[in-house]
């Protein structure tokens, strides 16, 4: 059974440019969530979508931070404009069915804006 | 925010030595979980505990439950210098009907010394 896909592994930006993660989720799994993880600390709770609806943004930066799953399967995340405090590492995960349980992570995507 | 912190931060041990962390939440939950993350890589689940255990073995793993202390450690024995890693816990939130979201821990960095 294939993994989280996540791309790119690594990107550096400018601050106040734009940046693009794609996440590929293990087929079949209803949920997806985007964290941030800041260097040091625990993973932040993004987004997090049921199919294609989003269940739960309130940790979203909404005026600089968007993401969409079209279709209830790839899922991207974008940053527009990054500043500085963005810098940190995107992980995506996805679980199967509802209520609880195991979530599985892709490798993370390492962005740093200077 | 975060739900769960960890203690210690940082743990330095042997070789074959046994090391305990701990986790302290705030709210109920249905479960609690622990994942483990190697430098620059995804989180990696490890065990699940529901609410109503107090304690649950996998491996060289021992898990155990409070939760009128809202609080969980997890044990690694006979430890190896491939358990250098950082360990997390989650909790689960309550969203809507069936689903739930996961809060992660400030986490520990444990290195085990050859």
């Known amino acids: 059974e294939a993994g989280v896909a996540q791309s790119p592994r690594y990107k550096i930006i400018e601050k106040r440019q734009s940046v693009a993660f794609w996440c590929n989720p293990i087929?079949?799994?209803?949920?997806l969530y985007w964290y941030q993880q800041i260097l040091g600390q625990g993973p932040k709770l993004l987004i997090q979508f049921q199919n294609n609806g989003v269940v739960d943004d309130s940790q979203l930066p909404k005026d600089r931070f968007s993401a969409e799953r079209l279709k209830g399967v790839d899922s991207t995340l974008k940053i527009q404009p990054a500043k500085l405090e963005d810098s940190a590492v995107y992980l995506c995960?996805?679980?199967?069915?509802?209520?609880?349980?195991?979530?599985?992570f892709g490798e993370g995507s390492r962005l740093t804006v200077l | 925010s975060q739900q769960g912190e960890e203690d210690p931060q940082a743990l330095s041990i042997q070789e074959g030595e046994n090391a305990t962390m701990n986790c302290s939440y705030k709210t109920s939950i249905n479960n609690l979980q622990w994942y483990r993350q190697n430098s620059g890589r995804g989180l990696v689940h490890l065990i699940l505990?529901?609410?109503?255990?107090r304690e649950k073995h996998s491996g060289r793993l021992r898990v155990t439950l409070d939760t009128s202390k809202k609080s969980s450690s997890l044990l690694i024995t006979a430890s190896r210098a491939a358990d250098t890693a950082s360990y997390f816990c989650a909790t689960d939130a309550y969203l809507v009907v069936g689903t739930y979201k996961y809060i992660f821990g400030t986490g520990t960095r444990l290195k085990v010394l050859a």
């Open positions: 995960a996805s679980r199967q069915g509802l209520n609880t349980g195991e979530l599985f």
């Open positions: 505990i529901r609410s109503n255990e």
């Open positions: 087929s079949g799994h209803a949920t």
